[in-house]
């Protein structure tokens, strides 16, 4: 197999000489991110797969991103380099329970986090991300009832900055919802310079301790922009690569899931490599194929979020 500068190149070529464009999100590995055409959180993702001209979209994430991308765009080629590439989140939603749960509350309009698969989206009335779920959440009259899936940690974030009582769907972002109080506790008690952020899917007590609470982006604006030099940090690893680059003077602690390491790495979007990439672009392989009716469906409620924000 090529070298890693070798293996770049390879892409690069490939790429250029079938039309094809890479999306990677920042949770990525670092030279993933740096030979993606773009780099963004979800909601940023979501619309760039929708305005592209290119033949075929690599997208360098998870199942549901690419499936996203496939709905966004049905006429185009969507790739995952590693069809294994899923996520807990989406994993804590199927299609039968989720069915039952909304035939209960017949009179709830449902909003669903973009972290699910194609059958909770169709399932759905209206989608969100991270980015804009206070918006979304917004739109709907205060007397409407609503269902919040599948993340109860940033349903219930939603909920309290918004005064309202949406019915929760208990799934978890296996990543986020690690992250103990206790151990942040003492990193900011090490670190009095530091500011706190986290990312909406950690639990309740995390996000209490936090100066700041944000989508990836908004995390890395808020890096970019203050004038504080240190940062703890609650969510992916992946982000540091696109701080660091940002702001290089200024210092970046990832809170740690566990004792064995200074990381928090999502184990499905670190399945994702370069030679994945060069071999999933030389055979057009790992194709994400998803029936008209379900593409139709799921489309309803992403249009009516891009028709939002
Ligand atoms: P955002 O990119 O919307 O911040 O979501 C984070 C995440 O968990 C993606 O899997
Ligand atoms: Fe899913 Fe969490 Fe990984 Fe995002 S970080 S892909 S929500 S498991």
Redesign the pocket.
């Known amino acids: 197999m090529f070298k890693e500068n070798q293996l770049t190149k390879e892409i690069i070529n490939l790429k250029n000489k079938k039309n094809a464009i890479i999306l990677a ?3 990525q590995l670092p030279e993933i991110q740096d030979i993606a055409d773009y780099v963004g ?3 940023q993702l979501a619309k760039l797969s929708l305005n592209n001209n290119a033949n075929i979209i690599i997208f360098c994430g ?1 199942h549901f991103m690419a499936e996203t991308a496939k709905i966004l765009s049905p006429e185009k080629k969507v790739l995952l380099p590693d069809l294994e590439a899923g ?1 807990s989140l989406a994993d804590s939603c199927p299609q039968d329970k989720f069915k039952k749960f909304i035939d209960a509350h017949k009179d709830y309009k449902v909003i669903s986090y ?2 699910c698969t194609a059958e909770t989206k169709a399932l759905s009335d209206i989608i969100c ?3 804009n779920a206070k918006e979304i959440v917004e739109s709907f009259p205060r007397d409407q009832k609503l269902i919040f899936a599948p993340d109860k940690n940033l349903g219930a974030y939603i909920n309290s900055i918004t005064n309202r009582s949406m019915k929760l769907w208990d799934g978890v ?1 296996e990543v ?1 919802d690690i992250l103990r109080a206790e151990r942040i506790m003492k990193l900011i008690e090490d670190n009095p310079d530091a500011k706190f952020i986290a ?1 909406p ?1 950690c639990q309740d007590n995390v996000l209490k301790l936090a100066d700041f609470v944000g ?3 908004s995390m890395i604006k808020y890096t970019r922009e203050s004038s504080a030099k240190k940062f703890i940090i609650a969510t ?1 690893t992946g982000i540091v690569h696109k701080m660091k680059h940002e702001s290089p003077e200024k210092e970046f602690i990832i809170v740690p899931s566990d004792e064995t390491c200074n990381c928090n790495d ?1 184990p499905d ?1 670190k399945k994702i490599t370069l030679e994945k990439i060069y071999n999933t672009l030389k055979y057009e392989n790992n194709e994400i194929y998803l029936n008209r009716n379900l593409i139709n469906e799921a489309s309803k409620p992403l249009k009516r979020m891009l028709k939002i924000s």
């Open positions: 999100h920042y949770y959180d979800s909601l998870v996520c973009i972290n991300t991270s980015s972002c986020h990312h899917e989508s990836t982006s992916e999502c979007m």
